[in-house]
């Protein structure tokens, strides 16, 4: 799974051929060149920015990332080497609401399209602006089995009721948020599972089913679930 970024930690250098980096708030920008590395542009824009990278080769696998500080760095999206400019709303990022921070962008040894398409999804969950909702949730992890129905109020779950779990005696599990669902997968990419399978909302972006094997050589590891009835509130 050569290429693959760790969506939610730092750095892992040797799976990059490079970086370009941007001292950037969402309103102003100032950009910083990296040694022998094109340049990112980022410009204001209402309610996000613009940016591209001018001087990369066309064809070329870059993903743009978002950190407060400089040691913690987000993936947001894909860009190719196209030089065109792309539109970046704040909304997508991690901690659209924080002000000044860095961007960068690195180039990756090879695509990858599952991390490619996880980042589009996840752009338009988090365009979408939905923090309310209910929906059922159906979740295997291992030899349990749990059916139930949640409630998310600004974009933490406030009720959580068993439809059915097996085996009965187990405790209900911690109910996810759509956002954690996220995380979850992002967690498998960072951990080159063996398999992750996904399908998602054609209208939400959100993981509809999902199925994780972290390893075909552990028993009873695997994870899957289902979202049905979503309903926005």
């Avoid at 892992?12 to 001292?23: H, K, M, N």
């Avoid at 990022?93 to 399209?113: C, I, K, N, S």
């Avoid at 209910?134 to 949640?150: D, K, L, R, T, Y």
Wanted: charged share 20%; with cysteine; glycine share 8%.
């Amino acid at each position: 799974m050569q290429g693959r970024r760790i969506p939610t930690r730092s750095v892992s250098p040797q799976r990059y051929l490079g970086a370009i980096f941007a001292v950037a708030t969402v309103l102003a920008a100032a950009v910083a060149r990296a040694e022998r590395a094109p340049l990112l542009h980022i410009e204001p824009q209402a309610n996000g920015f613009a940016l591209r990278i001018a001087g990369a080769l066309v064809g070329e696998s870059w993903v743009l990332q978002h950190s407060r500080e400089g040691r913690t760095w987000n993936d947001v999206l894909f860009l190719d080497g196209s030089g065109e400019w792309i539109a970046i709303p704040t909304a997508i990022l991690t901690d659209p609401d924080g002000g000044t921070g860095l961007f960068r962008a690195v180039q990756l040894a090879a695509d990858d399209p599952l991390l490619r398409r996880f980042l589009a999804e996840r752009a338009k969950w988090r365009l979408s602006g939905i923090d309310s909702y209910a929906f059922e949730f159906m979740q295997s992890s291992g030899p349990i089995f749990w059916h139930g129905a949640v409630t998310v109020t600004d974009g933490a779950v406030v009720s959580s009721e068993t439809i059915e779990i097996y085996p009965p005696f187990f405790e209900a599990p911690e109910a996810p948020t759509i956002d954690r669902l996220f995380e979850r997968i992002a967690s498998a990419i960072a951990n080159d599972a063996e398999t992750i399978d996904v399908t998602w909302h054609p209208v939400y972006g959100f993981p509809g089913t999902c199925f994780i094997d972290l390893s075909a050589l552990i028993a009873d590891e695997e994870q899957s679930w289902s979202v049905d009835a979503f309903v926005p509130q």
